[in-house]
Structures are given as structure tokens and as C-alpha cells.
């Protein structure tokens, strides 16, 4: 009875932190929920239950084992620690380890920087900026300007995280410099179309997956997360049109 307890135990754990690191790096909550549920039957469990929403997991098994609730309290995108549970996963199904082994495969992810260098995140966005003028038909004598300005912006929005706790005001900032920057560089003949190159520049800031997200799970039925994470997104949208309404009135 001891065995089977540890196993259990094991086993949640093993459930717990799949659905924590996948829905901490950006993965969809009908995924998630999915993943927890074939782990579980990998290791002879058929009636689990998991309930998830954007800043917390409930998952429990029928019978006298207890639930557990793990607590979300960032939340980022690395889509390669998705891939990489989900390879997990897939190892758990065919039978290629263990419980306590996959437990250890799950921590070291846990804890691993897959991340891109800041640097190149910055550098990134330095490029996309430029690209994405250029795609609403912005002029290529504006491609450089609308380039350090969403370097500047988002280099500010990444260091800015660090500072600060509430999210909305790192962003509202970010996009504050970016409107900022773009209306003095038109205001001394550096660029032409201050439109063009404030939108340009904001798309890096834009939470493109967490729209998608929200979007799928209400289409998949999973409502309470995908309120939530539209209501998150629309907090972002908010705060990057607020930082540039706020530069245009006051420049």
C-alpha cells in the first residue's frame, strides 16, 4: 500500500509539473489539460481530472489520493520547453521511463534557461520593427527610425519587467518611449510618417500568442481560461495605446 502511495504521489508530481512548465511558457490550456490526462494514463491512471486556468492548476485521481493545486504566477513564452515536455511525454506513452525519472527530466527543464540572450530578443525586435513599417507600406527612408524605435522600446520592456511588478506599466512605458522617440525623430527631419513608424515599432510589444491562445480555448470550450487571457490581453493593448496616445498629446 506504501509502494502505491509513492507511486501515486510520484505520479501527481509528474502530472503537476508537465501542466506547470508548458502553461508557464505559453501553451495553450486545452494542451495542457490533454498532457496531464495521457500522462496519467500512461502510468495506469484512467480517471484523472484537471482543471486549468492561466494562474493555476487543480488536478486530482478518483479514489482516496488527494488534489493538488500548483499556483502560476509568471507567465512567459518558450515554446521550446513545450516542445521539450511534450518529447517527455511521448516518452512516457511508449514506456521509456519512469515516474521517478521523468520527475527528474521535468525538474532540469523546470529550471533551464532556454531562452534566447536579451540581446538577441532586442535585436529581434530591432529588425521586426523595421519590417513591419515596411509591410503597412511605410517608406524605406523610415526603416532605420522605426528600428531603434522598437529597440528602444522593447529593450526598455524587457528590463523594465525586471523593476517592476504590476506588467501594465512596464508596457505602458515601453510604448511611451516608442511614441517618444518616433515624434522627434519626425519633428528634426529623420523620419517622414510618424503613423507608420509607431506602428511599426509597437508590434514587438503586441501579445500576438496570448490572442491566439484566448481564441482557441474559447473555441475549444475551455471559457474561464479564455476570458482571462483576453482580458489580459486587452490590459496589454491598453497600456501600449496609452503610452502612445499619452506621447502624442504631450509632444
Not at 523595421?130 to 526598455?156: E, R
Not at 489580459?232 to 504631450?250: D, N, P, R, Y
Request: aromatic fraction near 10%; charged fraction near 15%.
Amino acid at each position: 500500500m506504501e509502494i502505491r502511495t509513492t507511486t501515486t504521489y510520484e505520479i501527481i508530481e509528474v502530472c503537476l509539473l508537465a501542466g506547470k512548465i508548458m502553461l508557464s511558457s505559453g501553451a495553450e490550456t486545452y494542451r495542457v489539460e490533454d498532457t496531464m490526462t495521457r500522462i496519467a494514463a500512461s502510468y495506469g491512471i484512467r480517471s484523472s481530472h484537471s482543471f486549468v486556468t492561466p494562474t493555476g492548476i487543480i488536478f486530482s485521481m478518483d479514489g482516496n489520493d488527494p488534489t493538488k493545486l500548483i499556483r502560476i504566477s509568471e507567465r512567459s513564452t518558450d515554446l521550446r520547453k513545450v516542445t521539450n515536455v511534450n518529447s517527455i511525454s511521448r516518452q512516457i506513452s511508449s514506456g521509456e521511463l519512469t515516474a521517478k525519472e521523468a520527475l527528474v527530466k521535468l525538474k532540469e527543464i523546470e529550471v533551464s534557461n532556454l531562452a534566447y540572450p536579451k540581446w538577441l530578443q532586442i535585436f529581434a525586435a530591432f529588425i521586426a520593427s523595421g519590417c513591419f513599417m515596411i509591410m503597412y507600406q511605410g517608406l524605406w527612408t523610415d526603416f532605420l527610425v522605426a528600428c531603434f524605435a522598437g529597440g528602444l522600446g522593447f529593450s526598455a520592456l524587457v528590463y523594465l519587467h525586471k523593476l517592476l511588478e504590476i506588467k501594465f506599466f512596464a508596457e505602458f512605458i515601453a510604448s511611451l518611449i516608442i511614441g517618444t522617440f518616433a515624434f522627434i525623430a519626425v519633428s528634426y527631419n529623420l523620419g517622414t510618417y510618424v503613423d507608420k513608424i509607431i506602428i511599426g515599432a509597437v508590434m514587438p510589444l503586441v501579445p500576438g500568442l496570448l490572442i491566439t491562445n484566448a481564441v482557441r480555448d474559447l473555441i475549444t470550450g475551455h471559457l474561464v481560461s479564455g476570458i482571462a487571457k483576453g482580458a489580459e490581453a486587452f490590459l496589454t493593448a491598453s497600456a501600449i495605446g496609452s503610452g502612445i496616445a499619452v506621447a502624442l498629446i504631450f509632444l
